[in-house]
């Protein structure tokens, strides 16, 4: 017995009209783009204040003077590198009513500085407690 099979068409993608809206596509993606400079370093300029002459001293604070390279000094005396808060920790001992002031280099790096915060709140003393001077070269 002969059972008549049917006949399947072939389908067929229709490939030049998708070629001309990639075509499209790509043209509008390169006119629309916009080309950047990558940034290598983020700048970050510190906050400076114009000192204002006084002839009133309000109160006398120790200074924690810090240079461009991140060299420490409590009052003349040198930190040595990582130990500013177990110095602070003695400082605070010897000194119990003294405040302190930060006295910092206009170039010296973020990182030192939030250091040199880090080294203050682990001291227990508030950052806030602590107003800095930033020094303008001359």
């Given at each position: 017995?002969?059972?008549?099979?049917?006949?399947?068409?072939?389908s067929q993608v229709q490939i030049i009209p998708m070629i001309?809206?990639?075509?499209?596509?790509?043209?509008?993606?390169?006119?629309?783009?916009?080309?950047?400079?990558?940034?290598n370093a983020l700048h970050i300029e510190l906050p400076t204040?114009?000192?204002?002459?006084?002839?009133?001293?309000?109160?006398?604070?120790?200074?924690?003077?810090?240079?461009?390279?991140?060299?420490?000094?409590?009052?003349?005396?040198?930190?040595?590198?990582?130990?500013?808060?177990?110095?602070?920790?003695a400082y605070q001992k010897q000194n119990p009513g003294r405040?302190?002031?930060?006295?910092?280099?206009?170039?010296?790096?973020?990182?030192?500085?939030?250091?040199?915060?880090?080294?203050?709140?682990?001291?227990?003393?508030?950052?806030?407690?602590?107003?800095?001077?930033?020094?303008?070269?001359?």
């Open positions: 017995m002969h059972f008549p099979r049917p006949v399947r068409s072939r001309d809206v990639l075509i499209f596509l790509l043209i509008f993606l390169i006119i629309s783009t916009q080309f950047k400079k990558p940034r204040v114009h000192e204002v002459p006084s002839d009133k001293l309000t109160d006398v604070r120790s200074v924690i003077a810090v240079d461009a390279e991140g060299h420490i000094t409590l009052d003349s005396l040198k930190v040595p590198e990582g130990l500013l808060q177990s110095y602070l920790a405040k302190l002031e930060l006295e910092a280099d206009r170039k010296l790096s973020l990182e030192h500085l939030l250091a040199i915060w880090d080294a203050l709140i682990k001291a227990g003393i508030s950052v806030t407690d602590v107003p800095a001077r930033i020094s303008l070269p001359e």
